[in-house]
């Protein structure tokens, strides 16, 4: 859409208001007509079945409790009017009014997208990294990415500070970074960048197609994010090794993206419970996960047949020693300098003190529940 033709648009829907309230006035109508909900229409990147479908509506029944009722969310999954990975196009082009994603799928237009989820990691958590969103001065530099450098009619916030991803499933052990050489591997973003520096010949893929493109042979192993998810796509009927731990994509969050013209259009406090929703589902969505992610990832040890590994060193150091030299080449890109300066900034001031103050749960879990860490 044409940005005259969202401000015709904008000036039809202004003037078509003032119209009606002129009318309403003259004519008496009914007082359930100024009542009816207005009804957003949402696009999530997540099939149906998926459990971050689940997570997209916590967000809507937050939305819809706290409007009450002004608001309905039509929530809808990947595929139900656009592609997985092309939601911000539909907001930007007022196709949908908003879309639960990740910045990762629209990595393809810019490569600083991936930095705001899944960049590079300075030490800190996913937790760090949302912290910086809103703290560090992360939100102005994805308000500049999307608004002033892509020129977008969108608005972004992030919820839901997301557990380290899996290094993933293979169909045997990988304990080298040696052998991962010639592994056609499933990722996303900058990660695809990385792990292709590592020797892997990497495939981008909505997780819907994971899982079929494995049985084709597209691709011999792969990550997705969670072990919920993964059970949910029938990953353990596909490979038996799962390797939990890695620094590919350690600090994701949602992206809750809104049509700017639609926020216009709302009264303040509405737009203000739709931002605000983000935080409340935040908390909601992580009790869930560990709920969830833990209980199912029991189910794949004991009734899937998946062994469950951790990382091994080897990897995780060749992983660091990837990103640092894949980090010279993002920051000729003087925008995702900045990024990674402010990202750094924080990191250092921030992890410090995270990384001090934190006891060793291992230490204290071990003894509680000895045996179990050996995996």
Known sequence: MSQNAKLNRRSFLKKTALAGGASAGAL???????????????????????????????YVNRVEAMSGGRLKIDLLPAGAVVAAFQVLDAVNDGLLDAAHSVPVYWYGKNKAASLFGTGPVFGGSATTMLSW????????????????????????????????????WFKGEVNTAAELEGFKYRTVGLAADLLQSMGMSVAQLPGGEIVPAMERGVIDAFEFNNPSSDKDFGAHDVAKNYYLSSYHQASESFEFLFSKFFMEELDPDLQAILRHS??????????????????????????????????????????????????PQL???????????????WSEQVVFYELM?????????????PGRLSL
């Open 331 to 345: 920051e000729q890109d003087p925008f995702m300098k900045r990024v990674l300066d402010s990202q750094r900034a």
């Open 133 to 168: 969103f809103y703290e560090g001065g992360g939100q102005d530099l994805y308000n500049e990415l999307t608004q002033e450098i892509m020129g977008l009619d969108v608005e972004g916030h992030m919820g839901f500070p997301m557990f380290a991803q899996p290094f993933g």
């Open 357 to 369: 103050n934190a006891p060793d749960y291992a230490l204290a879990y071990d003894h509680y529940f």
């Open 278 to 327: 983000v935080e409340a589902v935040s908390t909601a969505n992580t009790a869930k996960a560990m709920r969830r992610y833990s209980a199912d990832l029991k189910w794949l040890q004991e009734e899937g047949g998946v062994t469950v590994h951790r990382t091994s060193k080897d990897i995780l150091d060749a992983q660091i020693k990837a990103w640092d030299g894949l980090i």
């Open 28 to 58: 008496a109508a009914p007082a359930v007509l100024a009542q009816a909900p207005i009804v957003m229409k949402m696009q999530t990147s997540w099939s149906a079945s998926n459990i971050w479908q689940d997570f997209a509506q916590d």
